[in-house]
């Protein structure tokens, strides 16, 4: 069998605990065998981010912008825990973070539909995208107690000096304030980023904001949307032959339960943290969803959304078998490979990314899952597979 060539590489990033163990497993066994795989390889497995002072982080950030896709194995966030357990330096703050900082990029979370593995909601159909704006707001906020009687006031102190002052409230007695700030650029990009997704993905997308209530704040996110929306994707969307559809987030929260899906859902910070855990668990699981972080430049990164399943590693080490489910692991090397082959015209190579897409979904239909999927499925008497045997599972639907 002649192997799928690659004419450009991908950014690889390796990570940590039993997500290392599967990316290995994926590679070995449903990748290596059907092509030439070429790759930049970094590692961010904590080991390393802390002996290279986590440059590897950095360096791995930069060359996605290079290469403009990437593929990223869950890594541990290090919190005091940890610190103690690898003898870190110091507490290296989240790769996701650094790497999204540097990339400037907004996270679209889709769930993978399965037959056998039903959404709580039932008149969902077709997957629900989640975008989520990951600057400023609540994220970002000032906060004061108010021990007692008092004026809060809102101050913007120009570069020249001149002053503008905003009544916040005349206290009569304690309360709390807190004041939050965002940026017309983020905004602009997070706008871009998501109306973009649509247009490549061929999917309407929706915002909502509360700015009949919020008249300056909330009212300014919908006015760039709509700025950004008119300028560069109006024509486009038309001939594409979907959608930009503003409307209040309570409407907007009424009508996705309504609604069969299909669409990219943008939400404010606060608005998306919260409804991002909503529709991923109405859709089944986290180790269902696909996660691809979008820079308003055009790079690409692609990722499970979930951690690195620290308990399933432990009994790992002890030798035991663990039934992880690899699917979003190897969904966002799925996504990585036919964004690489689109970018390069590499249509061997994309449909490779399907096929493979593919006979993952199938192998699942077929009632062989890992325990996780096997716990909720609606397929009678499925078989439990460990993490190796269900990836072996795959290869031979591959074959
Ligand atoms: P987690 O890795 O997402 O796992 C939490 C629990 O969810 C697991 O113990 C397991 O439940 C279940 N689970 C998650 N993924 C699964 C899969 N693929 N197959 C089967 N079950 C799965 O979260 P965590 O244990 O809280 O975090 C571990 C580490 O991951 C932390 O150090 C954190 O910093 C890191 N993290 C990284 C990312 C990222 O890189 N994107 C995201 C989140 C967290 P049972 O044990 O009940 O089977
Ligand atoms: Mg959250």
Redesign the pocket.
Known sequence: MNKIKMSTPLVEMD?????RILWQMIKDELLLPYMDLKTEYYDLGLEHRNATDDQVTIDAAEATKKYQVAV?C??????AA?VEEYKLKKMWK???GTIRALLDGTVFRTPILVKGIEPAVKNWKKPITLARHAYGDVYKNTEMQIPGPGKVELVYTAADGSQKKELVHQFDGPGVVQGMHNLDSSIESFARSCLDFGLSTGQDVWFATKDTISKQYDHHFKDIFQKVYEEEFCEKFEKANIEYFYTLIDDAVARVMKAEGGFIWACKNYDGDVMSDMVSSAYG???MMT?VLVSPQGYYEY??????????YYRHLKGEET???????IFAWTGALAKRGELDQNEELSAFARKLEKATLQTIEEGKM???LAAMTTIPNPTILNSRAFIQAIAANMQ
């Not at 039934?323 to 692991?329: D, I, L």
Request: negative net charge; without cysteine.
């Open positions: 990570g940590d605990e039993m997500t990223k869950a890594t541990i966030t290090p919190n940890r989240s790769p996701n699981s986290l180790a996660s990722e499970a959304a979930h951690g690195t399943v620290q308990r399933h039934s992880t489910n690899p699917v979003a692991t890992t325990g996780d």
